[in-house]
Every structure is written in C-alpha cells, then in structure tokens.
C-alpha cells in the first residue's frame, strides 16, 4: 500500500535506522539549522539564543524542544538562570523524522539526560490543537 504523505514516505526508512545513526543525522540537520544561532558547541550566545548545552530548557526530557522547533518561541524565557527575550522562528517545514533526529542529537549532547525521539513522537506533538 502505498503511503499517503511525503512525512510518512519519508520517516518509514528511517525508523529502522540505528540510534547511532539518527543521531549522527540530527548532528548534520543540528549544523544546517540550528547552530548559527545556538552554536556548533551547543552553548548559544549569552544574551541573544539560549545554551542547549547542560540545559535546564531540556532537563524534563524532550517535549519543550520539540514545541520549540515545531511552533517557534517567541517572549521571555529562563534557562541556566539567565533571562532571554528573542525570538526564534519555527521550524515546522522540517520533517518528523528530521525534527526527531535534532532533537535525539541534542539529547544526547554535550551534558543534556538522553533521549531518543522517534517522528510518532513528533508527530504527535505536531497534531495536537
């Protein structure tokens, strides 16, 4: 049967792919897109973009990065104790799987509790009103 969208012709192959793997993807997809203003270390710009190295933003696990990503964020927020008002754009033209593979690299980088994101997860967090 063939499928319906091009997310899920997309995100089927991935889903057999390694955690290895995905996170070696969303190391690549992280550098395309995220690290001009978070940095390739994960550190950020005091002032301007928040760290998402050692982030408190990410010490209850993966759902606010993937709000963030999918919905963009845009007024105050605290993290590691240090107040940021800028905005970031959403990201919502990414796929599911790329949105997963980001989120699963940054998981698992640079001091953050682990993680592993499928694109169901993503998904999810995408339909939800």
Not at 87 to 115: Q, R
């Amino acid at each position: 049967v063939a499928s319906s969208s091009a997310v899920d012709d997309v995100s089927e192959p991935r889903a057999a792919r390694s955690i290895e793997e995905r996170i070696a993807g969303g190391k690549n997809l992280y550098a395309a897109h995220c690290a001009a203003c978070h940095q390739a270390t994960g550190k950020g710009l005091t002032g301007a973009f928040p760290p998402l190295a050692e982030s408190s933003y990410l010490s209850d696990g993966p759902d606010a990065a993937i709000d963030v990503i999918l919905n963009g964020l845009n007024g105050p927020i605290t993290v590691n104790g240090t107040d940021y008002n800028a905005v970031m754009p959403n990201l919502s033209y990414l796929s599911d799987s790329d949105v997963a593979d980001i989120v699963t690299f940054v998981m698992n980088s640079w001091g953050n509790p682990g993680g592993d994101v499928d694109a169901s997860t993503v998904a999810a967090a995408r339909n939800r009103p």
